[in-house]
């Protein structure tokens, strides 16, 4: 079994190829990964056979990966929230909050 990581780098290094290729990007160096997802994909059943004649369903589950990347420098950092910030995005989640089944 291949580690997750080896399959997602050859989809990097697939997708770089693509964009050098197909899209007119001159550098591969100059890309960075703008947005990184993933998707429910098919689950199929399969026969487990266990001792005693017995025999069970094993699930075999895929996903898609989806990473869209995009030429020029990246964004710079984001400054980490300090407690304040976080407290004062708390508040104002619960004052938008709505309560269902109520007044």
Same mark, same amino acid.
């Given at each position: 079994?291949?580690?997750p990581?080896?399959?997602?780098f050859?989809?990097?290094?697939?997708?770089?190829?693509?964009?050098? /290729?197909?899209?007119?990007?001159?550098?591969?160096?100059?890309?960075y990964?703008?947005?990184?997802?993933?998707?429910?994909?098919?689950?199929?059943? /399969?026969?487990r056979?266990? #001792? /005693? #004649? /017995?025999?069970?369903?094993?699930?075999?589950?895929?996903c898609?990966?989806?990473?869209?990347?995009?030429?020029?420098?990246?964004p710079p950092?984001?400054?980490?929230?300090?407690?304040?910030?976080?407290?004062?995005?708390?508040?104002?989640?619960?004052?938008?909050?709505?309560?269902?089944?109520?007044?």
């Open positions: 079994m291949r580690m990581f080896f399959s997602l050859k989809v990097l290094l697939e997708a770089q190829d693509m964009a050098v /290729r197909d899209h007119n990007v001159e550098f591969r160096s100059n890309l990964i703008a947005q990184s997802t993933s998707g429910r994909g098919q689950c199929l059943k /399969r026969i056979y266990h #001792g /005693r #004649g /017995r025999c069970g369903i094993m699930e075999k589950v895929y898609h990966y989806f990473v869209k990347l995009v030429e020029g420098p990246p950092p984001e400054a980490p929230k300090t407690a304040v910030a976080h407290a004062k995005e708390y508040i104002q989640e619960l004052r938008n909050r709505t309560i269902i089944h109520t007044l």
